[in-house]
């Protein structure tokens, strides 16, 4: 895990410097270079899957119960 948040910070910097350069190839650089490093982050360790919001949860759950008709 260490590793990965290695990479993902090491990420999220490359990203912020894209960002404030003006120059557009060096800009381009770094947003690819923290492309690159987001996947060898994920590589290490895959990213947890968010639970899903509330409305799909809702959703699921009305699939899941059978209808009125039925009883």
Do not use: T
Not at 26 to 38: V, W, Y
Not at 48 to 57: C, E, I, L, N, Y
Not at 60 to 68: A, K, L, Y
Request: a negative charge.
């Amino acid at each position: 895990m260490v590793k990965a948040d290695y990479y993902r910070r090491q990420a999220d910097i490359c990203m912020r410097l894209s960002l404030m350069s003006d120059d557009q190839e060096i800009a381009g650089f770094l947003l690819n270079k923290a492309i690159e490093l987001m996947g060898q982050a994920n590589e290490a360790e895959p990213p947890a899957r968010p639970p899903p919001s509330p409305q799909v949860a809702q959703q699921q759950q009305q699939q899941i119960q059978p209808s009125q008709e039925d009883e």
